[in-house]
């Protein structure tokens, strides 16, 4: 059994005159993946779609899909389908037009071209909109309809811009699980730019993490939530409180006047200027006592009501101390009766603590 990627990038680089979009970006992706590239607006991702597509020239590097390198193919000659942020749907064809434009130029006869619009408009869950024209839809319709589209000749690869964008929040979740059923049953490789994390951590067997033209870390969600190698990606994925720290033995890192234990943070040699974080769900409230690793006296300086759970701003009872964010749940809330003001005794857990090198 082959072990081949489906799509091999080497080394692709572009530029805007003196600005670099994408800086020497490496990337596999497996057949069948479902691979999400994300990063902040500006970071290259839409553009390493684009060069993927064929649809922006690169100015340096290489791609190849199933073994054939198609680094200067025009995209009629790379097979794939795309789903763009702005739907692009002919407003003067009808959704079955639509659906079908890409199969009349394959030459298909009539009939087997309206037995695959029906087929794809069932797959879609819009079996009876085929005569509607894309203003009758709604935004969610809309996208359905140019995904439907997208997969018509069956590509090998399907390309999606932000597809969710600009669309209600409970029609993006629909959607999202919708998409993501829709090619485990397909088994179609997908690649899907987004800068909705949730959507990446949802959708994805792999995340691309990118910023300023290139790539900080590629793995799986729980990955790059649980295991983020860079402060940027610990930020963007999730949220984090971040200190700034220096090792003073194995495991163990001072933040100021404050002394944790790190269990598991290995290589660094003491003396090494770290950043020190650690997620505000991680944070234990319950049952803590002063002798637990890593308790702290803290002061409620703010909550803001989330719904679920309230993120708490906390102040440590240490001088000079950077003030903490913690997730509290709505049942510790009403079990343990929080509010500003309030003195708690919270253990930040060792395992939790990850630290990132500080360069000079």
Same mark, same amino acid.
């Given at each position: 059994?082959?072990?081949?990627?489906?799509?091999?990038?080497?080394?692709?680089?572009?530029?805007?005159?003196?600005?670099?979009?994408?800086?020497?970006?490496?990337?596999?992706?497996?057949?069948?993946?479902?691979?999400?590239?994300?990063?902040?607006?500006?970071?290259?991702?839409?553009?390493?779609?684009?060069?993927?597509?064929?649809?922006?020239?690169?100015?340096?590097?290489?791609?190849?899909?199933?073994?054939?390198?198609?680094?200067?193919?025009?995209?009629?000659?790379?097979?794939?389908?795309?789903?763009?942020?702005?739907?692009?749907?002919?407003?003067?064809?009808?959704?079955?037009?639509?659906?079908?434009?890409?199969?009349?130029?394959?030459?298909?006869?009539?009939?087997?071209?309206?037995?695959?619009?029906?087929?794809?408009?069932?797959?879609?869950?819009?079996?009876?909109?085929?005569?509607?024209?894309?203003?009758?839809?709604?935004?969610?319709?809309?996208?359905?309809?140019?995904?439907?589209?997208?997969?018509?000749?069956?590509?090998?690869?399907?390309?999606?811009?932000?597809?969710?964008?600009?669309?209600?929040?409970?029609?993006?979740?629909?959607?999202?699980?919708?998409?993501?059923?829709?090619?485990?049953?397909?088994?179609?490789?997908?690649?899907?730019?987004?800068?909705?994390?949730?959507?990446?951590?949802?959708?994805?067997?792999?995340?691309?993490?990118?910023?300023?033209?290139?790539?900080?870390?590629?793995?799986?969600?729980?990955?790059?939530?649980?295991?983020?190698? +860079? *402060?940027?990606? =610990? %930020? /963007?994925?999730?949220?984090?409180?971040?200190?700034? $720290?220096?090792?003073? !033995?194995?495991?163990?890192?001072?933040?100021?006047?404050?002394?944790?234990?790190?269990?598991?943070?290995?290589?660094?040699?003491?003396?090494?200027?770290?950043?020190?974080?650690?997620?505000?769900?991680?944070?234990?409230?319950?049952?803590?006592?002063?002798?637990?690793?890593?308790?702290?006296?803290?002061?409620?300086?703010?909550?803001?009501?989330?719904?679920?759970?309230?993120?708490?701003?906390?102040?440590?009872?240490?001088?000079?101390? +950077? *003030?903490?964010? =913690? %997730? /509290?749940?709505?049942?510790?809330?009403?079990?343990? $009766?929080?509010?500003? !003001?309030?003195?708690?005794?919270?253990?930040?857990?060792?395992?939790?603590?990850?630290?990132?090198?500080?360069?000079?």
């Amino acid at each position: 059994m082959s072990t081949a990627p489906f799509l091999r990038v080497a080394g692709l680089t572009r530029r805007f005159g003196a600005f670099t979009a994408l800086d020497g970006i490496d990337l596999e992706v497996q057949r069948g993946e479902f691979v999400c590239f994300l990063g902040p607006s500006g970071c290259g991702k839409t553009t390493l779609l684009r060069a993927i597509a064929g649809l922006d020239r690169h100015d340096e590097g290489a791609i190849w899909m199933a073994g054939r390198d198609v680094s200067r193919a025009p995209p009629a000659e790379r097979d794939f389908g795309i789903v763009f942020q702005s739907y692009a749907l002919f407003p003067n064809l009808t959704v079955s037009q639509n659906v079908g434009y890409g199969l009349v130029n394959l030459r298909m006869r009539r009939a087997a071209r309206e037995s695959r619009v029906r087929e794809l408009l069932a797959l879609v869950g819009m079996p009876e909109q085929g005569t509607k024209y894309p203003v009758k839809l709604s935004g969610g319709q809309q996208k359905r309809v140019a995904l439907a589209r997208a997969l018509a000749t069956s590509p090998s690869l399907l390309l999606l811009d932000e597809p969710l964008s600009a669309l209600d929040a409970k029609v993006r979740v629909r959607l999202r699980e919708e998409i993501r059923d829709l090619q485990r049953r397909l088994g179609v490789t997908t690649i899907m730019v987004t800068h909705d994390q949730e959507e990446a951590l949802a959708m994805a067997d792999r995340i691309v993490v990118m910023n300023r033209g290139a790539i900080e870390q590629v793995g799986t969600p729980s990955d790059i939530y649980q295991r983020p190698v +860079t *402060p940027f990606v =610990a %930020d /963007f994925i999730g949220a984090m409180t971040f200190l700034d $720290g220096v090792v003073t !033995g194995p495991q163990r890192v001072q933040a100021g006047s404050i002394v944790l234990d790190c269990a598991g943070e290995r290589g660094f040699l003491p003396g090494a200027r770290v950043k020190l974080g650690f997620r505000p769900e991680e944070i234990r409230v319950r049952g803590v006592q002063a002798q637990d690793a890593n308790a702290l006296s803290v002061r409620i300086d703010g909550l803001e009501f989330l719904g679920a759970y309230c993120r708490a701003r906390l102040a440590p009872d240490h001088a000079g101390a +950077t *003030p903490i964010t =913690a %997730d /509290f749940s709505a049942n510790l809330m009403r079990d343990l $009766g929080m509010a500003p !003001g309030q003195t708690i005794l919270v253990a930040l857990p060792p395992e939790s603590i990850r630290l990132f090198p500080v360069e000079a």
